[in-house]
Structure formats: C-alpha cells, structure tokens
C-alpha cells in the first residue's frame, strides 16, 4: 500500500515539474476544434511524468526491498518494459 501512496505523490510532483517544463519550452497541443475538443492549451508531456514514476518505483522495489521481482533479471525487466 505504502508504494501505491509513494507513487501517486511521485507521479503528481513529476507532473507538476513537467507541466512547468512545457510552459517554459512552449510545448502544447492547441485546440483546432474538428479533431481535438480541448478549449485550451493542453501540455504535451504528462505522460512522461507518470512514466517515470512508474519506472522509479519499478527500480526501487527491483533494487532495494526485493518484494516485487525476486526472481526476475534484467532481461525479463526490458521485456516486461517493451511488452508492457
């Protein structure tokens, strides 16, 4: 339970700092009305956030408790990254 709630907080922090990132490099999807039906400027890299808080978690039960992937290695891992 307590790596969902680290994971959640980490995931909304990221997605501050993201959100932050886009603004300063202008990274948005602006809305055109026949395809996207968002009023305004929506950032483009929130998925990065929560991507990289999943990997940080999956990195840190792989390295530190052992909980989770006890009996996986690293090429398990990359294939479980890939196929998702």
Do not use: C
């Amino acid at each position: 339970m307590i790596y969902f709630i680290v994971a959640t907080l980490l995931s909304l922090i990221l997605t501050l700092i993201v959100k932050n990132l886009a603004k300063k490099l202008n990274i948005f999807d602006y809305p055109d009305k026949e395809r996207k039906w968002h009023d305004h400027l929506t950032p483009l890299l929130g998925g990065s956030a929560i991507f990289i808080s999943f990997w940080l978690i999956i990195f840190y039960l792989y390295n530190f408790s052992g909980i989770v992937f006890k009996n996986f290695n690293a090429k398990q891992l990359i294939l479980f990254f890939i196929a998702g």
